[in-house]
Each structure stands twice: as structure tokens, then as C-alpha cells.
């Protein structure tokens, strides 16, 4: 069974978040690589254009996740702590995440992209030329590197698609090059 298939029977072909109905997609939760319902949930398109931040928030939509914070799914509670953590600045939001409870493997899942931290708090990664990289960008690597443990080499012009950042270090991301899954210096890359 495909991943949409899963999640349309756990859903019962809803919206995880608002219940809508109407074109519904499967969201991988970044950072996530790989599609699993474990780390996936089903959205309708006016939640992803929000959640992916392609579409200005609409705080009155959100006042959905009063419902979806109580799902069993771990995917919807990341995504509901996730949301609440952006919206915290509106008092009904931050009084329903101080009702949420997750445990620790989930709350550390859901804080992965730092989601919950002020702006002051953040790691932002730079490219080379200081432009600020975000998970899903696009990169170019601009030398040739050696891949550690490993006979390949990354060649400069290489492109990489859909990184992902790694949240503890500023200076390094992850992308796939040739199909293996490999650490990048931040000070090697440029954004495409």
C-alpha cells in the first residue's frame, strides 16, 4: 500500500489538522528523509501552503488544533506543537501548548527545527555567500570534496536537492549526491 493509501485510512480521508476533505496530500514532517506514517501526516492544501510558510498564516484556521492536539498520532502532535510554538504569540494558542503533553522522544522530534526557540535562539545556516539556507533548499557545491569513509568524490557544481539542516551545528547540512546521503560544510555550498 502507498503512503497516501495509510494515511487516508488512518484518517478516515480527512485532514489530519482541520478535517477538510478537499485535496488532501501526504506531509512529510521535516527533518524526515524518509516517507513512513510514522513521520507523516495528511493535510489539506491550505494547511501545507501554511505549514510550508508559502501562504501567510491565517490565525482564525488554526484554532482547529484545539481537536487535532488530542490525536494519538505522533505525526499530528509534532505538527500541532509546531504550529502552536509559531502562533504563540496569540494567548488561546500558547494556553492550548501548555496543555499539550508529549513525551520526550516526541517533544524532541517536534523541537527539531527549532520551531519553539525566539529568533535570537536559532541556528541559521549560511551558505558561502551568507544567504540563509533553509530544509527542502536546493545547493550547489562549489569545490570538489572528499566524502569521508568513502572512496567518492562530490564534484564542485554538483547540485543537491532538498537538504536538511542540521539543527545542533550551524556549519553542516545533509543532501543526497550520486544517491548517498551525506554531510556538507555549510562554507561549500551555494544556494540555488
Known amino acids: 500500500m502507498s503512503l497516501l493509501q495509510l494515511l487516508q ?25 524518509n516517507e ?35 490525536s494519538e498520532h505522533r505525526a499530528v502532535q509534532v505538527v500541532v506543537w509546531r504550529l502552536l510554538s509559531r502562533l504563540k504569540t496569540e494567548g488561546w494558542s500558547q494556553d492550548l501548548l501548555d496543555m499539550l503533553y508529549l513525551d520526550d522522544e516526541t517533544l524532541a522530534f517536534a523541537k527539531a527545527t527549532n520551531e ?20 527542502g533548499n536546493s545547493v550547489v557545491l562549489i569545490k570538489d570534496l572528499k566524502v569521508k569513509g ?10 543537491v ?13 545533509e543532501g543526497k549526491v550520486d544517491g548517498q546521503q551525506i554531510v556538507i560544510i555549510t562554507k561549500y555550498v551555494k544556494k540555488v
Not at 513512513?36 to 501526516?41: E, F, Q, Y
Not at 489539506?44 to 484545539?66: A, F, K, P, Y
Not at 536537492?161 to 547540512?173: G, P
Open 9 to 33: 485510512i488512518r484518517s478516515h480521508s480527512t485532514c489530519e489538522l482541520c478535517t477538510s476533505i478537499n485535496e488532501l496530500k501526504p506531509y512529510i514532517i521535516p527533518p524526515s528523509t
Open 36 to 70: 513512513s506514517v510514522d513521520n507523516s501526516l495528511l493535510v489539506c492544501s491550505t494547511c501545507l501552503s501554511q505549514i510550508e510558510g508559502s501562504q501567510e498564516m491565517d490565525v482564525n484556521h488554526w484554532r482547529c488544533l484545539n481537536d487535532s492536539m488530542w
Open 116 to 135: 519553539g526557540l525566539d529568533d535570537s535562539e536559532k541556528i541559521i545556516h549560511r551558505d558561502v555567500n551568507g544567504v540563509i539556507l533553509e530544509t
Open 150 to 159: 568513502s572512496s567518492m568524490v562530490a564534484k564542485q557544481g554538483t547540485a
Open 161 to 173: 536537492r532538498n537538504i536538511r539542516l542540521d539543527h545542533e551545528n550551524a556549519e553542516y547540512i
